[in-house]
């Protein structure tokens, strides 16, 4: 085991690493930019360090300070938590040359499947069911329209280096593809320095659904059960539950099956999440793999009983995982609410400041993963989640009423939050049903900006 792991990120995932740290017996590092001073991660680990200014560029993404506050504290390890560094294979690398651990998977896993063309066709070549589209990379508007003619539209537009819904577009004609792909790379460029774009088919109104996988260094992967993550505004989640309400043990069986062995196309090691497309008519099809902890696993360490950033840390270790396919077993139900600092009756405004009073819900079954309290400052810097709420039920209607009062405990003043719309939503006779996929949220604000 590690002696002292370094955090290199903030917020909730930070506090949520150093107590998983804790709990193993390890020391921990948290790293800090000059906005984060007050932060609870640099509160609450055993050591702190400030490694830059409040630009994320100059701090939480600055490897060499980064890497230089391992040498000063003597972390053996790094966990990058998700966002910032966490898919960045030119850290892991310089990780690893520093003789620092890098808990994720290797340099290559992340190579092949942060590429989205790359990690498509290796999917392809694995077996595990696609998008129709193109075969890697489209140069041109004249090789587009010819793809987009043979699969039929609507298509999307796809960054090849993308995540978190940059580089994206819809296109449902061919006048539309020209300017699109365009804006598609120009976005791209802005984002992630490479302006390379793929095709795939637009599947309509499908359920976005991700596998949670598990690998160690000895070939042993196993699958811990889906999360139906369809609730979401412009690409970005806002609600997910586990398990998805509409699965059956049979398609459960067949997209873990797949998940499988998307991971053992790469050689994966570490907690990963393989997402998938799920069609209206029960076919699935791989999206993409997240490389990192997601944002959602705790309702899947609800369901299954099992902590996987603690099981990160033990990968990364070299611990073989102590439990087999066999033993994972999805119980009850679990839903998170994304809670943010923003005005949803304003456009999701962000809402930085101090929070002047607060009060988070509680009870049997009421987690909340957060590193916010009172007097605390929102920074205008960092993504604007200041919380996850996350209950747990022994099925879905518990659960959604379980989630319903937590939220009406829940009390942010001092600035803007999504409380009440994430309550709205729980109301939703839709929801209610699960009777929504991918585009429902989206279509449900035009229709109220269009009665506006």
């Known amino acids: 085991m590690f002696d002292k792991i370094l955090i290199a990120n903030r917020g909730e995932i930070a506090v949520r690493i150093i107590r998983a740290c804790r709990e193993l017996g390890v020391r921990t590092v948290a790293v800090f930019s000059e906005a984060d001073r007050g932060a609870l991660h640099a509160q609450i680990a055993d050591e702190a360090i400030c490694i830059g200014p409040a630009a994320t ?142 095709i795939e088919k637009f599947i309509v109104n499908p359920r976005h659904v991700e596998i949670q996988i598990l690998a160690d260094g000895y070939g042993n992967v196993v699958h811990l059960g889906e999360r139906d993550c369809s609730m979401q505004r412009r690409n970005q989640k806002v609600l997910e539950e586990s398990p998805c309400p509409i699965m059956t043990p049979e398609l459960r069986a067949k997209m873990g099956e797949a998940a499988v062995k998307a991971a053992k196309a790469c050689g994966y090691k570490n907690a990963g999440t393989i997402e998938f497309l799920l069609a209206e008519d029960g076919n699935f099809y791989f999206m993409e793999m997240n490389t990192r902890i997601q944002v959602e696993h705790p309702i899947t360490e609800q369901v299954t009983g099992i902590d996987l950033v603690r099981q990160q840390i033990l990968i990364a270790s070299g611990e073989p995982l102590s439990f087999t396919q066999d033993d994972v077993h999805l119980t009850g139900h679990s839903i998170e609410c994304r809670i943010n600092a923003e005005n949803p009756d304003f456009g999701f405004r962000p809402s930085p400041g101090k929070i002047t009073a607060l009060h988070m819900p509680g009870g049997p079954g009421v987690r909340i993963d957060s590193a916010v309290y009172q007097g605390f400052t929102i920074s205008p810097y960092y993504d604007s989640m200041i919380a996850k709420l996350i209950v747990y039920a022994p099925n879905r209607e518990e659960a959604i009423s379980k989630m319903k009062w937590a939220l009406a405990e829940f009390l942010v003043e001092g600035v803007d939050t999504n409380i009440d719309f994430q309550l709205d939503l729980l109301r939703d006779p839709n929801f209610a049903s699960a009777n929504y996929d991918i585009g429902y949220l989206g279509r449900k604000l035009k229709a109220k900006a269009d009665k506006q």
């Open 57 to 198: 560029k100059d701090s939480y993404l600055n490897v060499k300070a980064i890497l230089a506050a391992c040498e000063l504290t003597g972390a053996n390890a790094v966990h990058p938590g998700f966002g910032f560094l966490s898919e960045n294979s030119a850290f892991a690398r310089n990780c690893e040359r520093c003789g620092v651990a890098f808990i994720g998977p290797s340099a290559e896993s992340m190579d092949m499947m942060g590429d989205k063309a790359t990690a498509k066709q290796t999917m392809k070549n694995a077996g595990v069911p696609v998008v129709p589209g193109s075969d890697g990379i489209v140069k041109t508007v004249e090789e587009a329209k010819k793809i987009a003619a043979e699969i039929g539209y609507p298509v999307m537009i796809k960054a090849s280096a993308g995540g978190g819904g940059r580089g994206i577009r819809l296109v449902n004609r061919e006048e539309e593809l020209e300017p699109s792909m365009i804006q598609a790379q120009q976005e791209a460029l802005s984002f992630f320095a490479n302006d390379e774009v793929y």
